[in-house]
């Protein structure tokens, strides 16, 4: 007789469908998150596609039905460390990092306040700064604040400790290991965005008014480092011409050698923050094909009709910093025209693709990828790979995936 | 308006079989023509050579002054986001050259392919057999070595050597002339405030060659850099070390003083002599070790390259091999050896307009009128 439950690796959009999708026909579910929250990359957005929702719309429905049904569990902080057995009977363990806040939690401040240790805020890409406490995100699932240990001073500072009220503090907190059983696991391990620092062209990361796309998100976002004012990173100017560089890294043999499906429209979108902000701002956006998969056209389209919108074919090859005003220097060959130009910026944007995350960070669990590191069976053990574990996806279709894995799992369950 | 294009299929296949195997590779991304240090603001290469290339534009193709700007520095390929190797296409378009601009063009499809190297070898080996049966039928002199018993300069090695750099020099100068009328073709015309071609050409030789300035400008090409200058000014040691010898050999028949070869060791033209062949070997040993070592994603090697270099390790080493077994007083080995050298010098002049070495012309030519119709690298 097999197991009837549900491993889901990710607790991303994706992740969160697939579980919810599974939970609520009946089956047990545990989600399995590395991060302290869950929401993946789409709590970092400031709109997504398709109908640029802000994330709280999307992810709060679904934090409501994990709540809502005991039916799913949910491990922050948690990695698999290793699986064995096979569809049906899948025994899984499970690390737990400590968080050092436990349930009574209420989201305060008051650690905050008192806490002496300043970190840089991965979240926001570097963009901001938060305490060595801090709370994940301004929507955090579960509302819970959590203890950065690589740089908290531990039970020597304990200011924290001493600040909560509701003892919700344990320093002492240790890792803990669980194995759960499960019949059948789905891969929703998502996607990290490109490292920059390999594209020694495009800046490698150095040049500090060069963002990436995902950083656009941080600094547009209302809950962002900047409170959701678009503004260069070094002296927090307005910027007034602003490039997009499309395919930093993607669809390149040296780096991703495919294409990332919506970094297109993710750019795309951009203009629409920056429009929101700048109304005379000018954008150029380089490109080599323009990627508008779909009903995606229109919006194409509408952008378009910006007239303060230049879209140039021509890949960036080179970026380089005028140190005197902090601008950027972009070179490109404008193909429709034959000529090669520098364009001086103030701001701008490398369009960078995703990888796999388990291309970055290995997955205890034997499942076969292409050369990329994308997730391509295992459907014949019962795993699943959904989203942009499976191939770079927007989060409507990753979802459209996540329901379709959700029913595979369950039929390998029922078997 | 729309432009009906009528694709040479043929010529992209000449073009793939001449060392642009990658080329329909390219998507047209632009890297190559950013990444180029050497590529100008207006119609920038070599992205524009890789379209015309897939659409077959032999016409387009053909006169492009753009292939002699490129100092193969494999920048591009390098940087190439498929793989399509856009400098192998112009080295490709280059070797293609070399067989279409010089006449006869029978030489060209020779030196086309590795299958002809039994004629181009063939030619000078037989005609210095030839010469070496009718001087000694055959034998190997008795005496002290001295190579002008076999191949007396007077009635041999000048008369010979003579006639092949006339003809040489009348090739070159016909081609120069369609090469320079097909950029005018091209629209490519000097302004009326533009230097005098000489004047651009001194440029040019002052600016650029002698100090191989253009070859340094990219990364890629810093492994490549110290190869090409030795084996390039080792040619010009050997060269000066010929006109020296030349003119004491007609000195002294003329009025009797000057040198007489062989040479002493310590003789300052022979010291030269030595150092330019020990830098031609040294920096062949670069060039050889870098085409071996070569990133075949990046880069491959052609014909044209290989037997450039081979001729040239053919030249080099039989030249100093001659000189070693006559110092060892090894006559045989000493007189066969230098037989093989007068074939290596041969093959390397008598075919140098259909040769990779044409560039030396070729290049230095087109250098010369870029710079006098203002072509020059962005931000140059």
């Not at chain 1, 927090?236 to 050698?257: M, T, W, Y």
């Not at chain 2, 015309?52 to 490129?70: E, F, H, P, T, Y």
């Not at chain 2, 591009?76 to 601009?101: F, Q, T, V």
């Given at each position: 007789?097999?197991?009837?439950?549900?491993?889901?690796?990710?607790?991303?959009?994706?992740?969160?469908?697939?579980?919810?999708?599974?939970?609520?026909?009946?089956?047990?579910?545990?989600?399995?998150?590395?991060?302290?929250?869950?929401?993946?990359?789409?709590?970092?957005?400031?709109?997504?596609?398709?109908?640029?929702?802000?994330?709280?719309?999307?992810?709060?429905?679904?934090?409501?039905?994990?709540?809502?049904?005991?039916?799913?569990?949910?491990?922050?902080?948690?990695?698999?460390?290793?699986?064995?057995?096979?569809?049906?009977?899948?025994?899984?363990?499970?690390?737990?990092?400590?968080?050092?806040?436990?349930?009574?939690?209420?989201?305060?401040?008051?650690?905050?306040?008192?806490?002496?240790?300043?970190?840089?805020?991965?979240?926001?890409?570097?963009?901001?700064?938060?305490?060595?406490?801090?709370?994940?995100?301004?929507?955090?699932?579960?509302?819970?604040?959590?203890?950065?240990?690589?740089?908290?001073?531990?039970?020597?500072?304990?200011?924290?400790?001493?600040?909560?009220?509701?003892?919700?503090?344990?320093?002492?907190?240790?890792?803990?290991?669980?194995?759960?059983?499960?019949?059948?696991?789905?891969?929703?391990?998502?996607?990290?965005?490109?490292?920059?620092?390999?594209?020694?062209n495009?800046?490698?990361?150095?040049?500090?008014?060069?963002?990436?796309?995902?950083?656009?998100?941080?600094?547009?976002?209302?809950?962002?480092?900047?409170?959701?004012?678009?503004?260069?990173?070094?002296?927090?100017?307005?910027?007034?011409?602003?490039?997009?560089?499309?395919c930093?890294?993607?669809r390149d043999q040296n780096h991703?050698d495919?294409?990332?499906?919506?970094?297109?429209?993710?750019?795309?979108?951009?203009?629409?923050?920056?429009?929101?902000?700048?109304?005379?701002?000018?954008?150029?956006?380089?490109?080599i094909?323009?990627?508008?998969?779909?009903?995606?056209?229109?919006?194409?389209?509408?952008?378009?009709?910006?007239?303060?919108?230049?879209?140039?074919?021509?890949k960036?090859a080179?970026?380089?910093?005028?140190?005197?005003?902090?601008?950027?220097?972009?070179?490109?060959e404008?193909i429709?025209?034959?000529?090669?130009?520098?364009?001086?910026?103030?701001?701008?944007?490398?369009?960078?693709?995703?990888?796999?995350?388990?291309?970055?960070?290995?997955?205890?669990?034997?499942?076969?990828?292409?050369?990329?590191?994308?997730?391509?069976?295992?459907?014949?053990?019962?795993?699943?790979?959904?989203?942009?574990?499976?191939?770079?996806?927007?989060?409507?279709?990753?979802?459209?995936?996540?329901?379709?894995?959700?029913?595979?799992?369950?039929?390998?369950?029922?078997? | 308006?729309?432009?009906?294009?009528?694709?040479?299929?043929?010529f992209i296949r000449e073009m793939q079989a001449a060392g642009g195997e990658s080329l329909k590779k390219c998507y047209q991304c632009a890297t190559c023509s950013v990444i180029c240090p050497l590529s100008?603001?207006?119609?920038p290469f070599p992205r524009k050579e890789m379209v015309w290339a897939q659409w077959g534009l032999?016409?387009k193709l053909?006169?492009d002054?753009d292939i002699w700007l490129c100092h193969n520095c494999g920048e591009c390929s390098d940087n190439c986001p498929r793989g399509a190797k856009p400098g192998d296409l112009l080295a490709a378009l280059r070797n293609m050259a070399y067989?279409?601009?010089?006449?006869?063009?029978?030489?060209?499809?020779?030196?086309s392919?590795?299958?002809?190297?039994?004629?181009?070898?063939?030619?000078?080996?037989?005609?210095?057999?030839?010469?070496?049966?009718?001087?000694?039928?055959?034998?190997?002199?008795?005496?002290?070595?001295?190579?002008?018993?076999?191949?007396?300069?007077?009635?041999?090695?000048?008369?010979?050597?003579?006639?092949?750099?006339?003809?040489?020099?009348?090739?070159?100068?016909?081609?120069?002339?369609?090469?320079?009328?097909?950029?005018?073709?091209?629209?490519?015309?000097?302004?009326?405030?533009?230097?005098?071609?000489?004047?651009?050409?001194?440029?040019?030789?002052?600016?650029?060659?002698?100090?191989?300035?253009?070859f340094?400008?990219c990364e890629s090409n810093k492994d490549r850099?110290?190869?090409?200058?030795?084996?390039?000014?080792?040619?010009?040691?050997?060269?000066?070390?010929?006109?020296?010898?030349?003119?004491?050999?007609?000195?002294?028949?003329?009025?009797?003083?000057?040198?007489?070869?062989?040479?002493?060791?310590?003789?300052?033209?022979?010291?030269?002599?030595?150092?330019?062949?020990?830098?031609?070997?040294?920096?062949?040993?670069?060039m050889?070790?870098n085409r071996l070592n070569a990133d075949p994603k990046k880069t491959i090697n052609s014909f044209y390259d290989w037997?450039l270099i081979?001729?040239?390790?053919?030249?080099?080493?039989?030249?100093?091999?001659?000189?070693?077994?006559?110092?060892?007083?090894?006559?045989?080995?000493?007189?066969?050896?230098?037989?093989?050298?007068?074939?290596?010098?041969?093959?390397?002049?008598?075919?140098?307009?259909?040769?990779k070495?044409?560039h030396?012309?070729?290049?230095?030519?087109?250098?010369?009128?870029?710079?006098?119709?203002?072509?020059?690298?962005?931000?140059?």
């Amino acid at each position: 007789m097999s197991n009837s439950s549900i491993l889901v690796i990710g607790g991303g959009f994706s992740g969160l469908t697939a579980a919810l999708e599974a939970a609520e026909v009946g089956h047990e579910v545990f989600i399995v998150e590395k991060m302290p929250y869950l929401g993946g990359r789409v709590a970092q957005l400031k709109h997504y596609f398709p109908k640029l929702c802000p994330p709280s719309c999307g992810l709060e429905i679904n934090f409501q039905r994990i709540k809502n049904n005991p039916r799913v569990k949910h491990f922050t902080l948690a990695e698999v460390v290793s699986v064995s057995g096979g569809p049906g009977n899948y025994d899984v363990k499970i690390k737990i990092s400590p968080r050092y806040v436990n349930n009574n939690c209420t989201a305060c401040d008051k650690c905050v306040e008192v806490c002496p240790v300043e970190r840089d805020s991965a979240y926001d890409f570097d963009l901001g700064k938060t305490k060595a406490v801090y709370r994940p995100h301004l929507m955090s699932f579960p509302m819970r604040y959590v203890i950065d240990d690589q740089v908290c001073e531990g039970s020597s500072c304990a200011k924290c400790v001493e600040a909560c009220e509701y003892q919700a503090i344990d320093l002492e907190e240790k890792e803990k290991e669980i194995t759960i059983s499960v019949g059948s696991i789905v891969v929703a391990t998502g996607w990290e965005p490109y490292d920059v620092s390999k594209l020694t062209n495009l800046g490698a990361g150095q040049i500090s008014n060069v963002i990436t796309n995902m950083q656009m998100e941080r600094l547009a976002a209302p809950a962002g480092p900047t409170t959701g004012k678009i503004q260069r990173p070094s002296d927090g100017e307005e910027p007034k011409r602003i490039a997009f560089v499309q395919c930093a890294g993607s669809r390149d043999q040296n780096h991703l050698d495919y294409c990332s499906y919506i970094c297109c429209m993710a750019s795309l979108k951009h203009c629409t923050y920056i429009r929101e902000q700048y109304p005379d701002a000018e954008v150029v956006i380089y490109y080599i094909d323009l990627r508008a998969p779909g009903r995606y056209e229109k919006f194409l389209n509408k952008i378009q009709q910006d007239e303060k919108v230049l879209m140039v074919k021509g890949k960036v090859a080179k970026i380089e910093e005028d140190s005197a005003t902090g601008d950027v220097i972009v070179t490109a060959e404008d193909i429709m025209g034959g000529v090669k130009k520098e364009e001086k910026f103030n701001m701008v944007v490398l369009a960078t693709g995703m990888q796999p995350s388990i291309a970055v960070n290995e997955l205890a669990l034997e499942v076969p990828k292409d050369e990329e590191g994308f997730i391509t069976g295992g459907e014949d053990k019962g795993i699943f790979a959904v989203g942009c574990a499976k191939m770079p996806l927007d989060v409507m279709t990753s979802a459209e995936t996540a329901t379709g894995a959700a029913l595979k799992a369950i039929q390998t369950v029922r078997r | 308006m729309s432009t009906r294009i009528e694709p040479n299929v043929q010529f992209i296949r000449e073009m793939q079989a001449a060392g642009g195997e990658s080329l329909k590779k390219c998507y047209q991304c632009a890297t190559c023509s950013v990444i180029c240090p050497l590529s100008p603001e207006e119609a920038p290469f070599p992205r524009k050579e890789m379209v015309w290339a897939q659409w077959g534009l032999k016409d387009k193709l053909v006169n492009d002054i753009d292939i002699w700007l490129c100092h193969n520095c494999g920048e591009c390929s390098d940087n190439c986001p498929r793989g399509a190797k856009p400098g192998d296409l112009l080295a490709a378009l280059r070797n293609m050259a070399y067989k279409s601009l010089s006449k006869p063009a029978i030489i060209g499809e020779w030196m086309s392919s590795a299958k002809y190297l039994p004629i181009l070898f063939g030619i000078p080996a037989a005609l210095f057999l030839i010469v070496w049966a009718l001087t000694t039928g055959l034998t190997i002199p008795d005496g002290e070595i001295i190579f002008a018993k076999v191949y007396p300069t007077l009635q041999t090695i000048d008369p010979i050597f003579i006639l092949t750099v006339l003809f040489v020099v009348f090739t070159f100068a016909t081609s120069i002339k369609g090469m320079l009328s097909s950029f005018k073709a091209n629209g490519l015309e000097p302004k009326e405030d533009s230097p005098s071609f000489f004047k651009s050409l001194i440029d040019v030789v002052k600016d650029e060659i002698i100090s191989h300035r253009k070859f340094k400008d990219c990364e890629s090409n810093k492994d490549r850099y110290p190869g090409h200058l030795l084996v390039f000014y080792g040619f010009i040691a050997l060269a000066v070390v010929t006109g020296i010898i030349a003119f004491f050999y007609w000195t002294n028949k003329l009025f009797g003083f000057g040198m007489v070869t062989p040479l002493a060791l310590w003789n300052p033209v022979k010291i030269l002599a030595n150092a330019g062949g020990i830098a031609l070997i040294v920096g062949l040993v670069f060039m050889t070790r870098n085409r071996l070592n070569a990133d075949p994603k990046k880069t491959i090697n052609s014909f044209y390259d290989w037997y450039l270099i081979g001729v040239i390790w053919f030249v080099a080493v039989t030249g100093m091999l001659a000189q070693i077994f006559r110092l060892a007083d090894a006559a045989a080995p000493a007189y066969i050896v230098y037989y093989l050298h007068l074939v290596s010098v041969f093959m390397l002049f008598a075919y140098l307009p259909w040769s990779k070495l044409a560039h030396l012309v070729y290049r230095t030519v087109a250098l010369a009128y870029a710079r006098q119709i203002g072509r020059k690298g962005l931000g140059e």
